[in-house]
């Protein structure tokens, strides 16, 4: 872990509430990064630091996406290019990508996306085929599809309203089906996508109110429909629960957990839960856990 000082090189609105941030340092990172490792960011004015996934890095950059969910955040969106923030990073323990077999199912929810995004990243470097889904409340909120899809990753979107893609939670499309079925199957007028991610469409490929809901919900259109060979999570802990609930006991997964934190960095044990084997400190031991030690 280092303590640097970064400059803000890009601050922009990406959604409703959402922004990214690219912070830029002069020398190379001296530590590698990992995939759901975090940041830790001393903004003006405010004791505690706020603890935000790195979504994107190279050598001189890191990406972060986050929603305004308070003062910090409401102040962090207010900075301007060439502001300076002290930073601890990299932090926590990211995920093991070693894991997740031929074709990972990477499910985010809200805050929880950016870390997918470089996850899904990473995967694809490793020569794996990522499937994306991806949660929010509304259409408005929806970012970083065009991302994914930039990577050749198509993703499925769900909104809690439906106002885009699936109605409701990233587990109603699980729910829909997307363990099980063949792209062959598909009733959907799209040919990529699959029947997986449409279940719960009329048969001519419409919602309920005739609106084609399929667009949204497109995968890579060729072996989309696979059955996924592990899961990797990030989002609410109502969302991690019901994940926990819907997949197969079986398969194995990854969650990372926002708990609130006070250091960071593993020294107060403000942070620290039970597990399956004994207490961690989801900032130091997480805030990736392996599905099997989660003690819901
Ligand atoms: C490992 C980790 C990764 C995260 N990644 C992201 C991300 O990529 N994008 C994003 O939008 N948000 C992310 N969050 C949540 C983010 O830290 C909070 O939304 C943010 O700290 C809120 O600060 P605030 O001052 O705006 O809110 P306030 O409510 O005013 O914050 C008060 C205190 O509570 C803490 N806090 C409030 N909400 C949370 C929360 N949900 N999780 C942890 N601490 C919280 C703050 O850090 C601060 O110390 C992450 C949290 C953790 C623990
Ligand atoms: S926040 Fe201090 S030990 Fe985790």
Redo the contacts with the bound molecule.
Sequence with gaps: MQDITLEVRNNRKLADQ?YEMVLHDMDRFPETIRPGQ?INLK?DG?Y??????I?DWTEHTVT?????????????SQYETGKTISVLMP??NGFNTGKSGERPLLAGG???V??MYGLCKELLAEGKKPIALLGFNSAEEIFYADAFRALGVRPVITTADGSRGIKGFVTDALRAGILHTTAAESPCPEPTVSRSFCAGVKADGKGAAGEPICAESETDGNDAALPFTYFYACGPISMLRALNEAIDSRMGGQM??????GCGFGACMG?TCKTKYGAKR??KE??VLERSEISW
């Design positions: 959402t975090f903004l405010y505690l630091r706020r603890p935000i996934s979504c972060i996406v986050y929603k305004i969910a308070g003062r910090g955040t409401e102040a962090m932090l926590g809200g805050a929880g950016p870390p990372s957990f926002e708990q609130r934190m942070c989801i900032c997480g805030p």
